[in-house]
């Protein structure tokens, strides 16, 4: 029945060889008055068809997912190419679970090993962990890290982080009994060192940030000092742009889902963590390292596992067990399917489209860019029109942009941040234009 | 193994995303100096050679889909093919997180009737989705915990008590969330001494981490003699979920004295562990920790769902947005299939499995604590002949076709082999588990150097983890001359 292949020849046999009566008996030692407190769900068994059907239901009362996001924040509609989902639906990939028996799970950890090898190239550090929870998750995790390195009971944050990183790290500063310090962003959307606090931890800035300004890094680690650089970063951007490691990072951490995965309402996402090698006992999570077997042959299995909380349990470097490893492996699959030379005419498609159409929005008088930096494949532009009016109108032509409610919290006002990737076509930015004029759709 | 990196390559960029590469200068927009100057050194692979690569990476794996998995602690059950399919439908995968809520309603109901289902099993009134893994749902629960001690000024709060027998995630999580970690030894038959408890209890316990039942897959019998006197004490309860599959459609947390209470959604309901994650880690809580839950929280409302962000008590998110929503789509899925029926059915098999197995093994391996076991049991590789390890007895299994136990957990039994099977077994795939066993029991005594030598059919012999840990290599060369 369902999913359980005993038959009831079967349970009469198992329970003779247990030497128990009924299957009733295999759950006295549960105190009877815990068994009588317990009331079912009420809910009924269902075929798969009926399950089926009704969930079908539910996703089609996501009215969202038929329209065009121009949304972003942090989480981006680029498109994934047919191998990624082929490969990661491999069973022998699916259903696998930690490779803590690495002759059998060869499959798992050379992914593993390659792509800490292409983290590590994006990214430009030595080296990569097997991926973290999401974006959010890793960034904490870094400053968690600075903080075990230092121990300076301070980390310097930019203001500019997207609100959902800023609100996790939050919570796991709370936690650890570190104290966040706030750091301004200047009118080119920039990030303004120059009340930057002495005797922090790290310094944790984002690029592009939340304003989609790409920041100038260079500069940064000498005005810190030996307080961690700690770098947030878009991975496909840096198909483009020069890696945080070029300019003195120390670790650089970021959201993975552009490279291959689903924007699945959020999760599950995949949370990249990078760093110099001399904090490679330091790193929180899984790491696949290079062997031989008894024969000499090359092979792979988890190292450094004393950094971890199943050896070293309450002086752990972090909690994490389960991660984002089938999500690391898309993004494997994912760069590897497109390769360097490809990844960077992605970036360049990005940000030639964002700008075309920025360009055309502000053309309408309507718009005018609200920072003077740099952007990448995401910008804010200031609008003399009601923000809130002017999204709601670019919905009912199944056009998608974010609340403003975020940008205001910035002290942005009368703002949108619209996000433009490689999958916009030419139709949908008529579409945006002409809502922006007013004109009918 | 080979790496992508080793494969052959081909000529100039793919066309996979962008078709016609465009003569872009990004120059124009960012300050040359921010640019790379050149492409990252990712190999540039044809199609054909990108699935063939994995495809054989795939085969050198070994999954539920392949064989006996019996993993302890780790609940490796068969994984439903129609929650893959259902979490793949574009109006959750393609479902922005920053959409407007009214415009997600379908799978808002979907995450709020899986919290309603959730509070329902674990007998708790409130539900956070937000958690992505056991360790994260340990870690949500325990800064709930410091919250509530914050919010009555008990700061002197500062130590989390478990048992010797706790998963290496429960200390873990208690130092991430700031508190120190003592622990209480068991008795000897596996349970937490209750005498050694109380003699802990005092004002500075925040609350003690409890697996239910336990990593022996001993059910505590005076459980609730213990969440009692934690409470008596001031303090509070955190019960790991990891092994929930024991008693399902039987009992509740809840009615135990637990205050939170973590699901794995990738054990008990079956979503699929993906080589390590992505999980799902919901927590349920007591209601007088409600008001601490990460935000936002799904609510119903009038017509419909909505995300409330102003909970003023709340300790913030814990992860980017509503948690792995593609997960809970399939525990979901899987949840509505069995109902109530199925969920109790589950348990109840998955806890004749064990005893079968322990029943048929006791007498060939050593049995530390013996009596009922609930979901899992566990052996010692103790007392074989030849000083053959669990280590040794782990690889034999692997050529036998089986995936080996959980080994050398939990630590108070030496040289542990931890035992799950699940209730998604055949009894003549349990058979063959228990003739593998018996055959490597023999082979101990007979050819003791077949089993440290081993696997011998695995796609690598055993490998080298001590020279990985020394001089660890950690990325692939990429200035090293690639393959042609």
């Keep these: 029945m369902r999913y359980v292949p005993i038959t009831a020849d079967d349970r009469r046999e198992m329970l003779a060889a247990i030497g128990r009566d009924s299957v009733e008996d295999l759950f006295s030692d549960i105190p009877l008055a815990v068994r009588e407190r317990f009331h079912p769900l009420g809910l009924p068994s ?17 009215e969202a997912s038929p329209l065009v996001p121009f949304l972003g924040g942090g989480i981006y509609d680029h498109y994934i190419p047919s191998v990624v989902s082929h490969v990661i639906s491999r069973s022998e990939f699916s259903t696998a679970y930690t490779p803590y028996q690495p002759e059998i799970s060869q499959g798992t950890l050379t992914a593993m090993f390659e792509f800490q090898t292409l983290i590590s190239e994006l990214t430009g550090m030595d080296i990569a962990n097997a991926s973290l929870y999401d974006g959010a998750t890793a960034l904490a995790e870094a400053a968690l890290m600075a903080e075990r390195v230092r121990g300076r009971g301070r980390v310097a944050v930019a203001r500019s982080l997207f609100e959902h990183l800023r609100r996790v790290l939050g919570t796991y500063a709370w936690g650890a009994g570190i104290e966040l310090i706030d750091v301004p962003f200047s009118s080119s959307g920039r990030l303004d060192p120059s009340g930057l606090p002495d005797d922090i931890s790290a310094l944790i800035v984002q690029t592009p940030n939340a304003l989609g300004i790409v920041e100038r890094l260079d500069g940064l680690k000498e005005r810190i000092g030996d307080a961690l650089l700690v770098v947030s970063a878009y991975p496909l951007a840096l198909g483009l742009l020069e890696p945080p490691g070029a300019f003195g990072a120390d670790v650089v951490v970021g959201e993975g889902q552009s490279l291959g995965l689903p924007m699945a309402y959020g999760g ?30 090359v092979g792979y299995v988890m190292a450094a596992q004393t950094r971890e909380q199943h050896i070293r349990r309450g002086r752990a470097t972090s909690n994490i067990c389960t991660n984002s490893a089938l999500c690391a492996l898309a993004a494997t ?72 409610d975020d940008l205001t919290r910035l002290g942005v006002d009368r703002a949108l941040r619209i996000a433009v990737t490689e999958k916009r076509t030419d139709e949908e930015f008529d579409r945006f234009v002409e809502v922006v004029k007013g004109g009918s759709v | 193994m080979k790496t992508i990196f080793e494969r052959s390559r081909a000529d100039g960029p793919t066309d996979i995303v962008t078709g016609a590469i465009d003569a872009v200068r990004p120059a124009a927009w960012i300050e040359e100096d921010l640019l790379r100057g050149e492409a990252p050194r990712i190999p540039t692979v044809s199609e054909p050679v990108v699935v063939r690569h994995y495809t054989e990476l795939s085969k050198a794996n070994f999954g539920v889909d392949d064989g006996l998995y019996p993993l302890g602690s780790c609940t490796m059950k068969y994984n439903p093919k129609i929650n893959e399919v259902l979490a793949e439908l574009p109006g959750f995968a393609e479902l922005h997180p920053l959409v407007d809520p009214s415009l997600a309603q379908g799978a808002l109901r979907l995450l709020a009737e899986l919290s309603e289902h959730l509070a329902g099993i674990a007998g708790l009134p409130a539900v956070s989705l937000q958690p992505v893994a056991g360790a994260h749902g340990e870690l949500t629960g325990l800064l709930l915990f410091r919250r509530h001690f914050e919010a009555r000024g008990e700061t002197s709060r500062t130590r989390i008590l478990l048992p010797d027998s706790a998963h290496g995630t429960n200390p873990a999580s208690a130092s991430v969330a700031g508190f120190t970690v003592d622990e209480i030894p068991s008795d000897d038959r596996g349970m937490v001494d209750v005498e050694a408890l109380r003699s802990t209890l005092d004002e500075t316990v925040a609350g003690i981490m ?147 197995l322990q029943a048929r093994l006791k007498e060939t391996f050593q049995l530390p604590y013996g009596g009922l076991c609930k979901h899992e049991f566990v052996l010692s590789a103790k007392g074989l002949p030849s000083e053959i390890t669990a280590l040794d007895v782990a690889k034999r299994l692997i050529d036998l076709g089986i995936h080996p136990p959980t080994v050398y957990f ?75």
């Design chain 1, 46 to 62: 269902r075929s798969e068809s009926e399950v089926a059907s009704y969930v079908k239901r539910l996703a089609a009362e996501n």
């Design chain 1, 268 to 297: 599950p996402l995949l949370g990249l963590f990078a760093s110099r090698r001399e904090y490679v006992r330091q790193l929180p999570g899984r790491i696949a390292g290079r062997t031989v077997d008894a024969d000499g042959a």
């Design chain 1, 333 to 404: 699959v994912y760069l590897a399917s497109v390769g360097g030379e490809g990844l960077r005419a992605i970036a360049d498609r990005n940000v030639a489209r964002a700008h075309e159409l920025a360009d055309r929005l502000v053309e309408t008088g309507r718009f005018e860019p609200a920072f003077g930096g740099p952007f990448f494949n995401e910008f804010v532009l200031r609008t003399s029109d009601d923000p809130n009016d002017l999204r709601l109108r670019l919905a009912g032509a199944g056009l998608l942009v974010a609340a403003p």
């Design chain 2, 210 to 356: 409890l697996t239910v039942p336990n990593t022996l897959g001993i059910f505590e019998e005076r459980i609730l003699e213990i969440t009692e006197a934690v409470h008596a004490a001031g303090g509070l309860c955190y019960f790991d979920g990891a092994n929930l599959n024991a008693f399902l459609g039987r009992a509740r947390p809840g009615d135990m004295g637990a205050d939170v209470f973590h699901f794995n959604l990738h054990k008990t309901l079956s979503t699929p562990h993906g080589g390590g994650g992505p999980g799902a880690g919901p927590i349920a809580v007591a209601g007088g920790l409600e008001a601490y839950l990460p935000v936002p929280r799904i609510v119903r409302v009038e017509n419909g769902f909505d995300l409330e962000w102003d909970r003023p008590r709340s300790i913030g998110s814990v992860q980017s947005f509503y948690g792995n929503v593609l997960v809970a789509v399939k525990a979901f899925a899987y949840l509505l299939r069995l109902g109530d029926d199925g969920l109790r059915e589950a348990g109840e098999i998955a806890v004749l499995n064990a005893n079968y």
């Design chain 2, 410 to 484: 939990p630590l108070i039994v030496r040289e542990a082999l931890m035992i799950e099977p699940t209730e998604t077994e055949t009894k003549e795939s349990l058979d063959r588990f228990v003739d593998a066993m018996r055959q490597i029991a023999d082979e101990a005594e007979s050819d003791p150097d077949l089993l440290r030598s081993a696997p011998h059919v695995a796609p690598v012999r055993r490998l080298d983890q001590t020279r990985a840990a020394r001089d660890p290599v950690l990325t692939y060369d990429l200035k090293a001359p690639r393959g042609t």
